[in-house]
């Protein structure tokens, strides 16, 4: 059994769209809380997962149970955004004062952004927003660096890593290498275990 | 799947825990066609094929894939079928003969349903079909009951001799959670058809649904109905938590029972509450009901889809109102749940408050409110689209812009898969009409016969290549020997790609990978004597006109086939076709006259209106290079 969590059960939600690795993201988490002894349930939506919808995992955390699949409205603990957009509508319905945000600002125009039917909000205010609905919020671009390393997909996990450096929930390093060494290809476990230390800085840089 | 030894603990979603439970019963065949939220069972059963001498194949429909598993099972293997709701329509005839006769290897129908339709075209319940054709019905509540209740369906069948049914949704199919395994069988079965006995020798005789053995073969069927109820008496899948007399029953089943008991957490209402969870739903077990619907006079049920569990437990009650008492009974008929769409945690809150006079408010309604303003202004919906690069976008575009010039009204029928969507703004509301699988070609070739009755609108309808297998081939043949004014479209993108890219009999390998013969979808429309075309989608201008020409040349149905591989194919491994560029002195926006067709009616996520700039540009992300645009902008300023 996995010691005491700051909340049980620990509510974190990570939402993106379709194509960023969310679905990845949210199993490497469970995974790493099952491999210390948690139970993790994860409730995911992933129907629109291919065409440019939103995505968003549901992952309870608890050391004494499983729990709903659906969390309930307003009980989100943490919210991981690997789009700002996302990081809205996952807080107006799961948000609370208390709740925390990690926020890649990389937009994901929508095609109805793309259309001229919707405007995608300037960053400024989706920041201020994002601020307005949390108790404390981090913004990054992990697109970019996740460019850098050859693909975009890598900001699911570099977005892990920002997790666990703001020390919410228990994920040390060898852990992460463990469960991510049975995720991907053995090519690809140097570039994620990079990814995951250069998201570890992306708090301590804001700090 | 097969790593995992006995006792170990591992997060496996759903999907993968009923699979994990069919190979610790030993199953030997396992059948299925694709559909979500059902896949990965038999994806998952397909990855371990061989090491676990399984039979997996994805078959052309659900009611040949439960004819091959009930093949297995009067062979005496263990099989297991697995489909979408949806698919158990389409295997029904098949199965309420299957359940007359009953099985001789046990058989388990595993049936993934998707209340709220997150994706699908509707909310259908497969459950009253164990009521209608008199067979069991399991619903796992948990992770770890997908798993163990997917092995026991299997003894459950061997024990009564008959089909079982296995029950998930997509909240516990699609979620993940905690599993501890169990045991790996290691014996390796032999298959032999036995009929040397007479035909009610179920295990021996041959298997016949004659009009004179119905009688027996009924009252046999009811017989292993009541052996199942018995058992399901003191089955550790149904349980009670909660005090002695309590002043609410909850009754529920499914992954229901997992949005009760987070209700009842943040309520702080188990001393008050009991919670009746059912495993087995079909037949009731009704001494274990008689005794807990006597413990409290309100009764709540709790269950997504029709109210299967209500009318049955209120029948049940009324039948036992001598012993039971008159009960209040609360669930979707009487409002205290929503008569549709799938339930959570809040609704159960709300539902058990209003029944108890109770109130709960976690977040206030200051932040609620702030809550909305921002998400009005801040994150409008993400409308589904099509893929960049999905061949998809350019045969709606083509066929919306041919019936457009061809100016007589025609109209397209649709079918199911990711094309539906052609019926949105991403197919330029192509779509007129959409149901069921198959169902766009028999609806074209019944309006084409209409002009008897002075309608003279163009019809077409188009399918995937797995629907054509599926379901469209008859009606095509139907189309073809009434002489049906239609032309079918063919949208060939190399696979059934809307639930993953599963094989089917046009594929040149099978679920685990084999070589199989391709069936030729051009090779057997033109066996059947009409006109039938090829087309690339990615050619506008070769395709319109074969489009614009098959218009013209009414009268009998008509076959397109439109084959380009879809864009997320394993085929194209995300290689470019073109690298797009840009020439910013030729797009010229507002002076142009297009007004902006490209990002404003073309829509492809691989484009971007640059409102600084004025002027269109690609996203090199998400561009897959197929060319289409280059073609669309009037103006020559997009490049291949």
Request: aromatic content about 6%; overall charge neutral.
């Amino acid at each position: 059994m996995g010691k005491k969590l700051s909340c049980d059960p620990y509510n974190l939600i990570i939402a993106g769209v379709g194509g960023q690795g969310n679905v990845l993201a949210s199993r490497v988490v469970g995974d790493m809380m099952i491999h210390q002894g948690y139970k993790v349930t994860i409730g995911e939506t992933f129907g629109a997962s291919q065409r440019g919808g939103s995505v968003m995992s549901h992952l309870r955390i608890s050391a004494r149970g499983g729990f709903s699949p659906q969390m309930p409205k307003g009980k989100a603990h943490m919210v991981v955004a690997l789009e700002p957009m996302e990081a809205i509508r996952v807080l107006a319905t799961y948000g609370n004062p208390k709740v925390k945000a990690l926020c890649n600002t990389r937009p994901i125009q929508s095609v109805g952004v793309i259309c001229g039917d919707q405007i995608y909000p300037e960053k400024k205010h989706i920041i201020q927003w994002i601020e307005s609905l949390c108790a404390n919020a981090g913004f990054f671009d992990t697109t970019k660096q996740a460019l850098d390393l050859g693909d975009s997909i890598f900001g699911n996990i570099m977005a892990l890593g920002a997790l666990a450096a703001t020390g919410d929930l228990p994920m040390p390093l060898n852990i992460f290498k463990t469960v991510i060494s049975k995720k991907v290809v053995p090519a690809k476990i140097a570039t994620n275990l990079k990814a995951f230390g250069i998201g570890m800085e992306l708090i301590k840089d804001k700090k | 799947m097969l790593e995992a030894k006995k006792d170990f603990e591992a997060l496996l979603m759903g999907n993968d825990a009923i699979a994990r439970g069919a190979l610790e019963a030993g199953v030997n065949v396992v059948t299925g066609y694709p559909g979500t939220p059902s896949s990965e069972i038999v994806e998952q059963l397909a990855k371990v094929a061989e090491e676990s001498n399984l039979y997996v194949e994805w078959s052309v429909n659900e009611k040949v894939a439960l004819e091959v598993a009930a093949a297995g099972s009067y062979a005496r293997l263990k099989s297991m079928c697995v489909m979408k709701q949806v698919g158990v329509n389409v295997a029904a005839d098949s199965l309420l003969h299957i359940a007359e006769y009953g099985t001789r290897g046990g058989l388990v129908l595993v049936s993934c349903e998707d209340p709220g339709a997150l994706s699908s075209t509707n909310e259908g319940d497969s459950r009253p079909y164990a009521k209608m054709m008199e067979f069991p019905l399991l619903e796992p509540g948990d992770f770890q009951e997908a798993k163990d209740m997917a092995k026991w369906a299997f003894e459950l069948s061997e024990d009564i001799r008959n089909i079982v049914m296995l029950r998930s949704v997509t909240r516990l199919s699609h979620a993940s959670g905690n599993v501890i395994m169990g045991e790996l069988p290691k014996d390796r079965p032999k298959a032999a058809f036995e009929f040397s006995s007479i035909p009610m020798d179920q295990m021996k005789g041959p298997i016949l649904a004659f009009p004179t053995l119905v009688d027996p073969l009924r009252r046999r069927q009811l017989e292993k109905l009541s052996k199942a109820e018995k058992i399901f008496e003191g089955s550790p899948f149904n349980k009670y938590t909660g005090p002695a007399k309590p002043e609410l029953l909850i009754i529920t089943s499914s992954v229901c029972k997992l949005y009760v008991q987070e209700a009842l957490d943040i309520l702080g209402l188990w001393e008050r509450v009991g919670l009746l969870k059912l495993g087995t739903t079909w037949p009731l077990p009704s001494k274990l009901l008689e005794q807990h619907l006597g413990i409290c006079e309100k009764i709540f049920i709790v269950e997504e889809g029709t109210p299967f569990l209500e009318d049955n437990i209120k029948a049940l009650a009324a039948e036992k109102a001598k012993q039971v008492g008159i009960k209040t009974f609360f669930g979707r008929k009487d409002g205290t749940l929503p008569p549709v769409n799938e339930l959570n945690p809040d609704l159960l809150i709300k539902g058990i408050n209003f029944i108890l006079g109770e109130s709960y408010q976690f977040v206030s309604d200051e932040y609620k409110a702030k809550a909305l303003e921002i998400i009005a202004a801040g994150a409008p919906v993400r409308e589904l689209t099509f893929c960049p690069g999905c061949p998809h976008r350019a045969s709606f575009w083509l066929i919306n812009s041919a019936l457009k010039l061809d100016n007589r009204a025609g109209f397209l029928c649709g079918d199911i898969g990711c094309y539906s969507l052609g019926a949105g703004p991403c197919g330029f509301s192509t779509i007129k009409i959409l149901q069921a699988m198959g169902s766009g070609m028999g609806m074209a070739s019944g309006f084409g016969k209409l002009d008897k009755f002075g309608m003279t609108q163009p019809i077409m309808a188009v399918c995937g290549d797995s629907t054509f297998f599926h379901a469209v081939i008859p009606a095509l043949v139907n189309a073809v020997h009434n002489r049906s004014d239609m032309i079918l479209v063919v949208l060939d993108n190399s696979g059934t790609a809307m639930t993953g890219f599963q094989p089917h009999p046009g594929s040149p390998s099978g679920a685990i990978g084999t070589r199989l013969p391709v069936l030729d979808i051009e090779k057997l429309c033109n066996s059947l004597n009409v006109r039938v075309e090829m087309g690339d989608p990615f050619d506008l201008k070769g395709t319109r006109e074969t489009m614009l020409d098959l218009l013209e040349d009414g009268g009998n149905p008509r076959v397109l086939i439109l084959k380009q591989p879809c864009a997320l194919s394993p085929i194209k491994k995300g290689q470019k076709m073109y690298e797009m560029a840009i020439d910013a002195n030729l797009c010229l926006a507002d002076l142009c006259g297009c007004n902006k067709l490209c990002t404003r009616v073309f829509k492809c996520p691989g484009l971007i209106w640059d409102t600084q700039k004025e002027k269109v540009r690609i996203d090199e992300v998400l561009c897959t290079g197929c060319g289409v645009c280059a073609d669309i902008c009037p103006a020559k300023a997009i490049k291949a």
